[in-house]
């Protein structure tokens, strides 16, 4: 978005840039586990990379169509954004790539050089990503000129220039929100069947406001008829939001991490009145 358009000056959208970085110092500390070992997120990723399957008409549909809208420009810049580690996210743009490919080839156009932008989170293990470039460029059915590239940082905040975008993708990633929400009776990583409905209601305010500033933030970086595909859990019912008929592990985790937290502080309590004790010896 133009500053012109905006009533704002540049300096004046840089601080906003700046503002909306520091709201969301929480996310800096997150990270997928990293590495290639048994407990990785590169070796537990299967049923991430099946909902990548499942959303393959969606991704080819919208590439087609960025591509036809744009009058097939010189240079596509694509971003993925929450890649994580592993080769989940060189499926997707090899995907992408070579449905350009094909597409270039029916319409008789040259291919265009591509940049590839790989975001995360600043502590993501982006060296073992880079470890499967190889892995990408087997899957590519053309030669086509192709440039990747890291891009650290919370995807609740700028991350590219303005109008620079042509294709946005993010896969399971949306719907980790920035911060703790405020109001919880409970810290609880997730609402369950026993949550009260003011924590629901926590939960689908930090989201609403959490999207909402990601679709702000992507609505600067990306090129007009550009396009974007996100992929994020959600509930299929609407008559009871608490229902559990998606990631019931997260409502193991919740409790697990509950039941951590009180034998911790049980513990400490232990140990501060033994401390107690011996002092007043």
């Not at 080769?87 to 350009?100: A, D, G, K, P, R």
Request: proline letters at 4%; charged letters at 20%.
């Amino acid at each position: 978005m133009d500053s012109r358009y905006t009533g704002k000056s540049e300096n004046e959208m840089n601080i906003d840039d700046e503002e909306t970085r520091s709201k969301y110092p929480f996310v800096s500390i997150l990270s997928m586990s990293g590495g290639d070992g048994d407990n990785s997120y590169s070796s537990n990723s299967l049923l991430q990379r099946r909902v990548l399957s499942m959303t393959k008409a969606i991704l080819v549909k919208n590439t087609k169509e960025m591509m036809t809208n744009l009058g097939f420009p010189k240079c596509i810049k694509l971003a993925d954004l929450g890649c994580s580690s592993g080769q989940n996210t060189f499926l997707v743009i090899s995907e992408i790539v070579n449905t350009i490919n094909l597409l270039c080839q029916e319409w008789n156009q040259n291919p265009p050089e591509i940049d590839c932008c790989l975001n995360d989170l600043p502590g993501n293990d982006f060296n073992t990503t880079f470890t499967f470039i190889t892995f990408f460029n087997d899957k590519l059915t053309s030669k086509i000129p192709c440039f990747v590239s890291g891009v650290p940082g919370s995807f609740y905040s700028r991350l590219f220039p303005r109008k620079s975008l042509h294709f946005i993708h993010s896969n399971y990633s949306n719907h980790y929100l920035s911060k703790v929400p405020d109001g919880l009776e409970k810290k609880r990583v997730y609402i369950t069947s026993s949550s009260p409905l003011s924590e629901y209601k926590a939960y689908l305010n930090q989201f609403q406001r959490d999207f909402t500033t990601f679709l702000r933030m992507r609505s600067e970086e990306m090129v007009s008829n550009g396009r974007m595909v996100l992929t994020l859990i959600g509930r299929n019912t609407l008559e009871d939001p608490l229902y559990r008929d998606c990631c019931h592990w997260l409502t193991l985790l919740s409790n697990s991490l509950c039941d951590l937290v009180f034998e911790v502080r049980k513990s400490l309590d232990i140990h501060i009145n033994l401390l107690k004790i011996i002092l007043n010896m």
